[in-house]
């Protein structure tokens, strides 16, 4: 899909506005440590699916983004505030699980290559 320039810049600040609210104005203990890594937002700017990631594991991830999605409709009012635009989109949050398979993929490859390192260490090869 095409992405065009109005929409980019809205995503970028709806990233940034959503980051600053949840910081500032939500107090619940079980989305402390989330980040907001990526917004989408549908091309009628209607809806925005929001990715969150968090340094916890995936069950407190996924506690974080329940908790985030009861909480949708209190950012949605702050959006309201801030942004300046005709309609603020209805926000879903969903879990950004591309950073931990990424650390998980890295952690295969560097196994793999000592491995291969120690076989030719065995083999007598440099």
Same mark, same amino acid.
């Given at each position: 899909?095409?992405?065009?320039?109005?929409?980019?810049?809205?995503?970028?600040?709806?990233?940034?506005?959503?980051?600053?609210?949840?910081?500032?104005?939500?107090?619940d203990p079980r989305i402390a440590?989330?980040?907001?890594?990526?917004?989408?937002? %549908?091309?009628? @700017? !209607?809806?925005?699916?929001?990715? *969150?990631?968090? +340094?916890?594991?995936?069950? &407190? $991830?996924?506690?974080?983004?329940?908790?985030?999605?009861?909480? %949708?409709?209190? @950012? !949605?009012?702050?959006?309201?505030? *801030?942004?300046? +635009?005709?309609?603020?989109? &209805? $926000?879903?949050?969903?879990?950004?699980?591309?950073?931990?398979t990424a650390d998980r993929l890295?952690?295969?490859?560097?196994?793999?290559?000592s491995g291969d390192t120690d076989?030719?260490?065995?083999?007598?090869?440099?």
């Amino acid at each position: 899909m095409r992405e065009y320039p109005r929409k980019l810049r809205i995503n970028t600040q709806l990233q940034r506005e959503i980051a600053a609210l949840i910081q500032e104005n939500l107090t619940d203990p079980r989305i402390a440590g989330v980040s907001v890594t990526h917004v989408e937002s %549908a091309p009628d @700017l !209607r809806n925005a699916t929001v990715l *969150v990631s968090s +340094l916890k594991g995936d069950d &407190e $991830l996924a506690i974080a983004v329940k908790a985030l999605n009861g909480a %949708a409709a209190v @950012l !949605r009012r702050g959006l309201g505030n *801030v942004l300046k +635009l005709r309609r603020v989109p &209805e $926000l879903r949050f969903k879990a950004d699980t591309q950073l931990r398979t990424a650390d998980r993929l890295n952690s295969l490859i560097r196994d793999a290559v000592s491995g291969d390192t120690d076989n030719a260490r065995e083999r007598g090869d440099s």
